[in-house]
């Protein structure tokens, strides 16, 4: 029989969720498509909700983790700061290790 323990990863910051799996998909996805409303778009979220999801990283965040342009002429515009890349890359690591953690764990349950 195989077994697999199921997970999810988020870190708060006084009780409000400052990454999780979606906020940090929505991170990349502005790292790709250089705009908050075509991340959002190629994520399936309204850009209400999307808005929202940065909003409150922005706020639970030491810094900021994007920079924002109004639309105008030539049509707004959203970036990842520094920061915002490295809490994705902290992140990334962190997910990646507690897997491998429960990888390891769960196979004490072959050796039963």
Same mark, same amino acid.
């Not at 105008?72 to 700061?81: M, P, S």
């Not at 920061?83 to 491998?100: P, R």
């Given at each position: 029989?195989? %077994?697999? $323990?199921?997970?999810?990863?988020?870190?708060?910051?006084?009780?409000? /969720? #400052?990454?999780?799996? =979606?906020?940090?998909? &929505?991170?990349?996805?502005?790292?790709?498509? =250089?705009? &908050?409303?075509?991340?959002?778009?190629? &994520?399936?979220?309204? %850009?209400k909700k999307?808005?929202?999801? $940065?909003?409150?990283?922005?706020?639970?965040?030491?810094?900021? /983790?994007?920079?924002?342009?109004t639309g =105008?002429?030539?049509?707004?515009?959203?970036?990842?700061?520094? %920061?915002g890349k490295? #809490?994705?890359?902290?992140?990334? @690591? $962190?997910?990646?290790?507690?897997?491998?953690?429960?990888?390891?764990? $769960?196979?004490?349950?072959? @050796?039963?």
């Amino acid at each position: 029989m195989s %077994y697999k $323990i199921k997970s999810r990863i988020w870190i708060e910051s006084e009780n409000h /969720v #400052l990454l999780g799996e =979606g906020r940090v998909q &929505l991170l990349k996805a502005i790292e790709t498509e =250089g705009s &908050l409303s075509k991340a959002a778009k190629t &994520l399936g979220l309204s %850009y209400k909700k999307a808005w929202s999801l $940065i909003d409150s990283v922005n706020k639970s965040a030491k810094k900021p /983790v994007t920079i924002n342009s109004t639309g =105008g002429k030539g049509g707004g515009g959203a970036e990842l700061t520094d %920061y915002g890349k490295q #809490l994705i890359a902290v992140f990334d @690591e $962190i997910n990646k290790n507690c897997w491998n953690f429960l990888d390891e764990q $769960i196979q004490k349950l072959d @050796e039963l």
